[in-house]
């Protein structure tokens, strides 16, 4: 079955780095690409970005470039999100999301989430 | 604040219809698709609709997705003490070039 297996948990200090994994199964990793969102306790969710396996094309929100780098490894089928410079509002469950994306028509975008990992809960507490 | 502006709650009698409302701009759910998901306390979101109106399989047709102008709409219908979750709109942005969320809307069946 198709799913998508995320790392532990993480706990980190202000400052530090953070590396999440999701490895992708039961389909192939380079027809879709893997986004990135996230949830800070009792909160709703935010986007953070995503990946095209196939092209390593990156799309990130604004707020996070510079302090995120999303890749993958084909050969493991596995897509990672770094986040830097943490602070303590970065603390967060953090989810990838086998996504489907393009374009219909002129400038109709498709856009959607279709299978969660189980999310990584990442503390930053000094 | 979100990109798509969502009430932070509704509630409706269980087997009630109940409509979530989704409002953004041209230069998103104006001119793109519109998908919805459902979070149930500590899981991982779930897609309920996909390209405005479409079901992922395995979805109950009480879902239903619709879209006018710049906005979008999630009905549920017969509602269920289990449909009671977070719902969450979900388009792309042209002019931010990114996914944008809605803030969310608490179901509660009473």
């Known amino acids: 079955q198709v799913q998508l297996v995320q790392s532990g948990s993480e706990v980190k200090k202000p400052g530090a780095s953070v590396k999440v994994s999701c490895k992708a199964s039961g389909y192939t990793f380079t027809t879709y690409v893997i986004s990135w969102v996230r949830q800070a306790p009792g909160q709703g969710l935010e986007w953070m970005g995503w990946i095209s396996p196939y092209s390593g094309k990156t799309s990130l929100e604004q707020k996070f470039q510079g302090r995120v780098t999303v890749t993958t490894d084909t050969s493991t089928s596995t897509a990672y999100m770094n986040l830097r410079s943490l602070r303590s509002d970065d603390t967060a469950i953090y989810f990838c999301?086998?996504?489907?994306?393009?374009?219909?028509?002129?400038?109709?975008?498709?856009?959607?989430?279709?299978?969660w990992g189980q999310g990584t809960t990442v503390t930053v507490s000094s | 604040q979100s990109v798509l502006t969502q009430p932070p709650s509704v509630s409706a009698d269980p087997g009630q219809k109940v409509t979530i409302s989704c409002s953004g701009s041209s230069s998103n759910i104006g001119n793109n698709y519109v998908s919805w998901y459902q979070q149930l306390p500590g899981t991982a979101p779930k897609l309920l609709i996909f390209e405005n109106d479409k079901r992922p399989s395995g979805i109950p047709d009480r879902f239903s997705g619709s879209k006018s102008g710049t906005s979008a709409t999630l009905g549920i219908s017969g509602l269920q003490t289990g449909d009671e979750a977070e719902y969450y709109c979900v388009t792309w942005d042209g002019s931010l070039n990114a996914g944008v969320f809605g803030g969310g809307t608490k179901l509660t069946v009473l």
């Open positions: 999301a086998r996504s489907t994306w393009g374009k219909k028509g002129w400038s109709d975008y498709y856009y959607h989430m279709d299978v």
